[in-house]
């Protein structure tokens, strides 16, 4: 059984371009039915095991995506495919490594470990042609001087 692409390229070579025009077409047809849009991100739920659970019935009697089942839910599809792969996020367990982390995680943040505060404040910035705060100006690496030649 051949490829998608495979048979494209052999649509190609047999220089049948009318046929590449209909699959283009119906490549377009199917983008924009697609339920849910590439790429699209949101603000997470916290995981629950009552959550990792849910995933894990969605993912067994559903015919969804995994992209499907974390739009539905709320929550990151790299979180899903946690659940179903590795069954993680499936116990209330306060030394699990994913609470571990998320304690710790959340530990910094209330320490402000590694947020930076601004210097200066907001709204100061250089004027055309400056740098802020006496740095030199960087030069668009890709464009030449004569001087470099």
Do not use: C, Y
């Amino acid at each position: 059984m051949a490829t998608l692409k495979e048979f494209e390229d052999a649509l190609r070579e047999q220089g049948m371009h009318m046929a590449l025009a209909i699959l283009e077409r119906l490549r377009e047809r199917d983008r924009a039915k697609r339920s849910i849009a590439p790429a699209r991100r949101l603000t997470g739920r916290k995981m629950t095991p009552d959550l990792a659970r849910t995933i894990l019935e969605m993912h067994g009697t559903t015919n969804m995506t995994q992209q499907e089942i974390a739009f539905q839910l709320g929550v990151n599809q790299g979180r899903v495919n946690e659940v179903i792969k590795r069954g993680k996020w499936l116990s209330d367990d306060p030394e699990a490594p994913e609470q571990v982390a998320r304690e710790k995680a959340l530990a910094r943040m209330d320490r402000g470990v590694g947020v930076k505060p601004r210097a200066g404040g907001r709204g100061k910035r250089a004027g055309k042609g400056q740098e802020a705060e006496g740095r030199p100006k960087r030069r668009n690496q890709a464009q030449l001087d004569l001087g470099d030649l």
